[in-house]
């Protein structure tokens, strides 16, 4: 082993000697590959002087772990174009421009190692090996993690502009990466674009830009990498991060309980419900329409019914961001509700009475032109009629009886929109009630 040693060290020597001056290769230390997929090293070197006026040609050649040039194993010789232990490799670099960058392909994790880069003239009157600038490449299954920036997202208040970029590196600029993000809010602006580092390595970099809304607050943000490869199925990487944004109340609505429409002497609880964040220490206020003044401060508004309560309620919610206010909603107490059905049943009774009576002449008038009609016949033919007359009354009385059913729908009719408006909101509000009652749990942990 030390004898082995002292031979690379005279080897070198040797060299060093030769050329007396030390020359530089370009290239990241390391590098991390892919696994069925392309490595490309970017490389640049310096030569001497000399060797360049001669405008000579160069080759390139690779070798793996040992340098020793006598001993090494070659993965790469440029004068043969000779490739072992991999499938290709390709220099793209123009060597006569000191450019040596170069592509391994189909790498395997068993070539993770370390690796020098040779040049020698055409002539091999001038040979360098650049000892002092190996690349370790390290062939792994997985890619590379994402970089998503920034990590640990701080909250924004509402509408301030987000900066998200995510970034993967692309050992294999000819088989870069795709980036893909989910679940992304609704104003985000994406801009992607292959990115070259400082060491002259590849990365594929995707910036989005979006305005915070509120709908947007403990959204899961992904961004998903996805690299092709030849030997193996494509491999995915992703990160995730969660926005946190601040709000003023939002959605503020009113829920009544029991009911939008209750009688005199009920206890009535209105409930303000509102999405915000932070949702702790919330202000309250109660307003009813045509008051000044607040009725009351608190979540929940509760009295007691009486004749005066009818009207329009709202509430405004306050958080330190900001406040919301509530749609007004119509609390009916009965007595009014009983002054509808009232006037609904007096026109019901009313109409009753008007078809009883029409009803009743009509009969009257059969009645007399029988008279005036004498003859006994005619009394056999009276007594049919009345039959018919009865049938037809029978027919007429029921008649009456739809029309009040027409009437009776009517009222119901009449007050539905009145009601119908309050219990579809209250039916509304139950469904947003229960999803807000889930969302406030959640905000409460914030
Ligand atoms: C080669 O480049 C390195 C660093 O860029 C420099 O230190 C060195 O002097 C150069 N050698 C020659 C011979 O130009
Ligand atoms: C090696 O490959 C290069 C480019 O592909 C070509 O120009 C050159 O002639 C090849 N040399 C040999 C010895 O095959
Ligand atoms: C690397 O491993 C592959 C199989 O995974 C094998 O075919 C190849 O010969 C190995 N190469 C070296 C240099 O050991
Ligand atoms: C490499 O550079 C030399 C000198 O600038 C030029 O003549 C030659 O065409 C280049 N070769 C390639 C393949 O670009
Ligand atoms: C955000 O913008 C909306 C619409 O322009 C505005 O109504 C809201 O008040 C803004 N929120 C904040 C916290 O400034
Ligand atoms: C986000 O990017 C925009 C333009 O790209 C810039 O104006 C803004 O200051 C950036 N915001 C943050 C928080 O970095
Ligand atoms: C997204 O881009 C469009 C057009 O380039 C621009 O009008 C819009 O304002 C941008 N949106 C954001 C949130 O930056
Ligand atoms: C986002 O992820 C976190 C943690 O996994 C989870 O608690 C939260 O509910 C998610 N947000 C949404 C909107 O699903
Ligand atoms: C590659 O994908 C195919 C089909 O999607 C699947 O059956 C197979 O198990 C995958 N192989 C590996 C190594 O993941
Ligand atoms: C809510 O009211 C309390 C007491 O009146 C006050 O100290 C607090 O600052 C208020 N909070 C907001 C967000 O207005």
Known sequence: MSVFRFMVFLFFSYELKSSELKYNAEMPSRITALSGSCVQIPCRFNVSELSL????????????KNHDFKISHFVFNGKTNKTSGFNNIEILGNLSQRGCTTVFYDVMN????????????????????????????????????????????????????VNLSCSAEAPCPKQPPTISWSNIPESANITTQLQEKPDKTQS????????????????????????????????????????????????????????????????????????????????????????????????????????????????????????????????????????????VVGVSAFLLIFLLITLFLRAKAIRETDISDQGQEKQVQISSIFANGAFVSGEELEM????????HYGEINFSTPQTKSSTVKSSGQETIYAEVRGREKEMNQD
């Open 110 to 161: 068993n070539h993770s190692d370390k690796y020098y880069f040779r040049v020698e003239t055409k002539s091999s009157d001038w040979k360098y090996t650049y000892i002092d600038n190996p690349i370790e490449i390290s062939v792994s299954d997985k890619p590379q993690l994402l970089i998503l920036k920034p990590t640990d997202l701080k909250v924004v208040i509402e509408n301030t502009t």
């Open 53 to 64: 006026k001669n405008t000579e040609s160069f080759f390139g050649f690779w070798m793996k």
């Open 400 to 407: 009456p009886k739809d029309e009040n059913d027409i009437v």
């Open 204 to 343: 594929v970099f995707s910036h989005m830009t979006f305005k915070a809304s509120y709908v947007d607050h403990r959204r899961n943000i992904s961004c998903t990498a996805t690299y092709p490869r030849n030997t193996f199925n494509d491999s995915t990487v992703q990160t995730t991060v969660m926005l946190r944004v601040l709000f003023p109340p939002k959605e503020t609505h009113i829920t009544i309980d029991p009911s939008a429409s209750v009688s005199v002497g009920t206890n009535v609880i209105l409930t303000c419900k509102t999405k915000a964040n932070p949702s702790k220490n919330m202000n309250y206020t109660w307003y009813k329409r045509g008051q000044e003044n607040q009725l009351d401060f608190g979540e929940q508004l509760t009295f007691t019914v009486n004749r005066k309560s009818g009207g329009w309620y709202f509430c405004k919610a306050k958080n330190e961001h900001g406040n919301g206010k509530s749609e007004e909603i119509q609390l009916i107490v009965a007595e009014s509700l009983s002054l509808i059905i009232g006037c």
